[in-house]
């Protein structure tokens, strides 16, 4: 059973991705995971989409999908702001290993 709201979802991810320090990422599925509790959601998919539709105000560049990727369609407005702020990559995608975030 959901703790809270569909809407209030969108705002406690919203929230979340803005707390992601420069320098750092977080994945979907950490985003995900990190709001489970308080949510009763798990999805890494509905992150994704979250952020799709409601991202653009918040440090969505910060948020990759497990693998390191950029957000797709914005790789490279993404990776310009990565390197500005000193993520490390790996060829084409963000070495998670290393700038991974959790709150």
Known sequence: MARVTPQEYVE???SLVERIP???V??????AD???DVSGRNSARQVGN???RHGGGVPWHRVVNSAGRMPPGHEQEARQRLLSEGVPLKGER???S???WGP
């Open 26 to 31: 977080m994945t979907y599925g950490a985003v």
């Open 98 to 100: 290393r700038a991974l």
């Open 12 to 14: 406690e991810v919203l």
């Open 50 to 52: 979250i952020m799709a």
């Open 34 to 36: 990190a709001l489970a």
């Open 94 to 96: 963000v070495d998670v």
């Open 22 to 24: 420069a320098g750092k």
